[in-house]
């Protein structure tokens, strides 16, 4: 295999769910997996060829099923085994792929494995975790979690620390214990074996961690780093992973790689098929980050945005295959990060931002309700929130002065994971049609205006120009498999650029600003051919180019033409 082969997985558009907040089909409040089976129609029509599902296995929900503590049973709340089967099966009926979230850097407190773990020190599970004496009457090392406190904690049953690089419910997999890699590869194949059809793989870039665990930079907070990405063997265990499973199927796999680099993303997704298909990189939405810590936050710069996409555009192109994405359950909605959510500009924007994702080079994930246009929630205090990283923030944070109960509150509200959490928009009435019940998290009071039912009913919707670019893709190979160049690096208004195959050629123009821009065509791509060639799709029913246009807030097009030469 080659970087420039053709597969069907760098054709397809993925579509995430997020169960717990999709659709709920017994008016407990939850959405479950019959409520998922129940709109696979909606998601046929959309366009999109696979469903990535965030976990539905047996978890207390510490993080919402990324505390897992059954592999092979479903979530009580989401349904049943059969449930599960009728929902796989009702998929492939429809030409549907349901890819499922592997989450193996940890499992839940609660998995009998971690149980019989912390029992005793000679128990023969005591190795599937990382347990450490203290130092110093002390936690092992001064390692900070990623939802704040220690990364360590301390089990009285056996006078030592576990690991936990997320939740203190999170106990970290031991993956130097070969029983512990030969368990999560069996599980893996089960489901494999039940026709599943690929894996999003949490955090998998931090299995396997520095033996000496050293001290980290510490950070605002005050632990230090974990030294845990890239470590020591973690190519060596997905090289294992595809041996003895992802090679034996026809998948989709994407490995969920925060802090990867573009050179770091071509050994995770090598072009040679011995690792991934892809990762999820973390740049492009680290950009509005403060220094060294997530809820302190500035504007985006487009400049920089410009610089990180390009940069992965470019040195994946022909050697490793990217994913492209704005939204997922961690992420705020990007209408309210990177558009403009006020009534006037808030479709606009939303097709503006999809149209510069679209026409890249890579696989499109779009995330639920991102189709719709759906906006940050309108906090107003503590008690809406229900994210154990944003509300441990919100505690640690002030007390230990990093910031005030104000800025960070303001944070929260701009980047807190609960912002796409809220229920999925299905129509106007009472919880927007997601439930019968009380919804487990707040239904986000603009959904008499932005719902499923309404936009699906209008041509001119948010849904129904992301149903045009999800077909443009089908239809035009350059879009696919095109080279990437930017063009006008240095406008802080204006994302343009161009895709080429062959003689043919796109021109991507997208207005990021509420002002009218005026922008020269031929500047922008020598583009003399522009009187020949067709728009592909526009958000203001532009239909022709002369050779300067002004711009109209968040105006984007697309505009392919033949290269003479
Ligand atoms: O996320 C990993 C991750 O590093 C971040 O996206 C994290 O959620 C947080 O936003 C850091 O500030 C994955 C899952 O996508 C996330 O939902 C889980 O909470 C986490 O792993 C632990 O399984
Ligand atoms: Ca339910």
Redesign the pocket.
Known sequence: MSGTDKKWWKESVVYQVYPRSFNDSNGDGIGDLNGITEKLPYLKELGVDVIWL?PVYQSPNA??G??ISNYREIMTEFGTMEDFDRMLETAHELGLKIMMDL?V??SSDEHEWFRESRSSKDNPYRDYYIWREAKDGKEPNNWGS??GGPAWEYDEQTDMYYLHL??VK?PDLNWDNPRVREEVFDMMTWWCEKGIDGFRM??INMISKDPALPDGRPGPGGYGDPSAHNGPHVHEYIQEMNRKVLSRYDLITVG?C?GATAEDALDYARADGKELNMIFQ?EHVRLDDGEDI?WAHRKIDLTELKQVMSKWQILLHGKSWNSLYWC????PRIVSRLGNDSPEYRELSAKMIATNLHMMQGTPYIYQGEELGMTNYPFTSIDEFRD??SLHAMQELVEKKVLTEEEIFESVCYKG?DNSRTPMQWDDSSEAGFTTGTPWINVNPNYKEINAKEQVGREDSVFHYYQKLIRLRREHEIIVYGSYRLLLPESRDVYAYERSLKDEVLLVVCNFTDRDITFDVEDGSALAEAGKGVMLISNYGRETLEKQITLKPYEAFVWKYHRSV
Do not use: I
């Open positions: 965030s993080d919402n990324y505390d989450v850097n940890h990623c939802f997320f939740a999170q949490d955090v969920e925060g973390f997530k997922n359950h961690d992420q154990v990283e994971r």
